[in-house]
Nanobody, 122 residues
Framework: QVQLVESGGGLVQPGGSLRLSCAASGSIRSINSMGWYRQAPGKKRELVAQVSSDNITNYADSVKDRFTISRDNAKKTVLLQMNSLTPEDTAVYYC????????????????WGQGTQVTVSS
């Protein structure tokens, strides 16, 4: 069993900041990549930012220079610092990890969090 607990969403005014946190637990031997995706109403889910096991980061063009992703391997957490938020950032944000299980050392599994709402509005 794997659990992802997301927190930090909410309502913020344009230009404001929020920090999302995602903590993983359960039968995880090691985590490969950790990332954040988002889905706005009527749109497809899209990658926001991702960080690999060796801390290589990847960002959507729309959030570069505004969002920062980071991970703490010891705590199995991933953070997303979001600055200069705009109404276009309004979406449900999902945490996703790719991990190796304690029970299967060969296969890489993906697991998604339940999502946290971010609303940017005045």
């Amino acid at each position: 069993q794997v659990q992802l607990v997301e927190s930090g969403g909410g309502l913020v005014q344009p230009g404001g900041s929020l920090r999302l946190s995602c903590a993983a637990s359960g039968s995880i031997r090691s985590i490969n990549s950790m990332g954040w995706y988002r889905q706005a109403p009527g749109k497809k889910r899209e990658l926001v930012a991702q960080v690999s096991s060796d801390n290589i980061t990847n960002y959507a063009d729309s959030v570069k220079d505004r969002f920062t992703i980071s991970r703490d391997n010891a705590k199995k957490t991933v953070l997303l610092q979001m600055n200069s938020l705009t109404p276009e950032d309004t979406a449900v944000y999902y945490c996703k990890i790719s991990y190796y299980s304690n029970y299967n050392l060969r296969d890489l599994y993906d697991y998604w969090g339940q999502g946290t709402q971010v609303t940017v509005s005045s």
